[in-house]
């Protein structure tokens, strides 16, 4: 089984050992804005979530719990909450989304520098996002529960040490932190100091796909699981989704473009970009690392054309059961490459990798009267295809090999949008079976722990499926290359503009 925790619902998916799925739940929940900055969720909510969609997991599949072998946790990175000495929360889990501890990331650069940082943790920039910084605010803050702290647990943590009852965690989770040396595989010692905590606070690093134990009886009578399970170490989602996606070796990229877009290119060694452009996380492939560019908005563009422009799509796909983005794409497909001169830059909320440019904003740009509403949709898609070719440049420049490309997300469904990535980016588009490709990857990690897989090597032959393969065209990849040379000169263009 794997549990993937994400921001804002908790999916549980059983897998057989082939990689199917079986059956699947899912459980949403609401995150807590009590103040301006400030995102909380309870840290019940999130176990009563896992509880819910692990019942509708177990009532679809009709399966006996005692055969579920293992079951591996993927996991939204940073957020994380505070336990008391009777080991029950001190208020609510803070969400990475959380932006209250700014003055903490001042203070925590000003002590250590950006960049120092950036060799000890591979994270490229200290911002409020990071666990560190957030400690920080509550030692400054909250004195009186920061006194009062026994643990801090990541949220991957606190499921695993709910389900075992033991305090366990992993490289891959801890590397955006800020409390985690990636070279040496332990705890970052001189922030540790500075943040004014200990070592036996923090739950114990592992590797990712070990066992962690048995599942307690309190858990699996409430949980409606068994004892026989074994819970493992997981992984960070996107080194989760990196493993179900079969990204265990350098050559191999994923992209994943659902809401945002992000990128997991594997690799050797720890490699740090010297304009410090990108992070470097520990991977959750034992001895491996990953680069991870990104970029704020992709997919979600084109939910806001649906949403504010595609009505008559929303009408159209309820009244036959369609899909209103196969309606819009459909559209699209019908104008030929390069939009006829249209160009979108997709940065709706400020851009990421490679500009690094919270100022950024979305550009429409070449608009006349000959254009319609498939030349925009395709712009969408094309811009998000730039985007990515721009940070597989990025990757090449900093020495990565790339013989591949899989894709995962809500857009690797669409064929025209695969084709439109393999034409600009001169390479093939692999897209994975199945859209629970975390939790596939947690069940992965979750089958090697239990001896269910030799290796992850073993695990991927057996469970990761190619559904579809998007082979690139030389005319039209020629054609974008003249494209994307003018999406570039767009930006460079107005950036001083924004």
């Given amino acids: 089984m794997g549990i993937d925790l994400g921001t804002t619902s908790v999916k549980c998916v059983l897998f057989d050992r082939e990689g199917g799925i079986v059956a ?12 301006p900055e400030f995102v909380e969720v309870d840290a019940e909510t999130y176990w009563n979530a896992l509880r819910k969609s692990l019942e509708v997991t177990l009532n679809l599949s009709k399966a006996d719990a005692r055969d579920i072998l ?70 400054r803050n909250e004195p009186s529960l920061f006194e009062r702290v026994n643990k801090y647990l990541l949220l991957e943590d606190y499921a695993i040490y709910r389900l075992t009852g033991e305090f366990v965690t992993e490289h891959s989770i801890l590397s955006s932190s800020l409390l985690f040396d990636i070279n040496h595989r332990r705890w970052w010692d001189e922030i540790l100091h500075f943040l004014g905590i200990g070592e036996d606070q923090l739950p114990e690093p592992k590797h990712s796909g070990v066992p962690v134990g048995n599942l307690t009886p309190e858990a699996a009578k409430e949980m409606g699981l068994s004892t026989n399970s074994i819970v493992s170490t997981g992984a960070y989602d996107q080194a989760a989704n990196a493993i179900g996606a079969g990204n265990i070796e350098p050559g191999v990229i994923t992209e994943t473009t659902g809401a945002a877009m992000a990128l997991v290119a594997t690799t050797e060694r720890i490699i740090l970009d010297p304009l410090r452009r990108m992070p470097c996380h520990h991977h959750a492939v034992r001895g491996k690392y990953f680069l991870q560019p990104w970029c704020q908005t992709a997919g979600a563009i084109l939910r806001w054309y649906r949403d504010n422009f595609g009505t008559s799509e929303v009408e159209a796909a309820r009244g036959t059961g369609a899909d209103p983005y196969d309606l819009l794409t459909a559209e699209a497909s019908a104008i030929p490459p390069g939009s006829d001169g249209l160009i979108l830059l997709p940065h709706f909320m400020g851009a990421a990798s490679p500009e690094s440019n919270p100022d950024a904003k979305g550009v429409l740009f070449g608009l006349t009267p000959y254009h319609g509403r498939g030349h925009i949709v395709r712009a969408i898609m094309e811009s998000v295809a730039y985007m990515l070719r721009r940070n597989v440049d990025l990757l090449e420049e900093l020495g990565i090999e790339v013989r591949e490309i899989r894709s995962t997300g809500g857009a690797s469904k669409s064929a025209l949008w695969n084709q439109i990535k393999a034409d600009v980016l001169r390479r093939p588009i692999l897209a994975v079976r199945g859209e629970e490709v975390a939790a596939l990857g947690a069940a992965m990690l979750a089958g090697v722990a239990t001896d269910a897989f030799a290796s992850l090597e073993d695990a991927k032959r057996s469970m990761v499926t190619i559904k579809g393969r998007s082979t690139p065209s030389q005319a039209e990849g020629e054609a974008y290359d003249g494209c994307f040379k003018r999406y570039v000169e767009l930006y460079n263009s107005i950036e001083g503009l924004f």
Avoid: H
Wanted: aromatic share 8%.
């Fill in 24 to 35: 699947s739940g899912r459980c949403e929940y609401e995150l807590s804005m009590p103040k």
């Fill in 70 to 139: 293992g079951i591996g946790v993927s996991s939204q990175g940073e957020t994380f909450m505070a336990l008391d000495n009777d080991c029950r929360p001190l208020g609510r889990a803070i969400v990475w989304l959380d932006n209250r501890a700014k003055e903490e990331a001042r203070l925590i650069e000003d002590e250590f520098g950006a960049e120092g940082a950036y060799r000890i943790t591979g994270q490229n920039d200290i911002v409020p996002t990071w666990t560190a910084t957030k400690i920080l605010w509550l030692k």
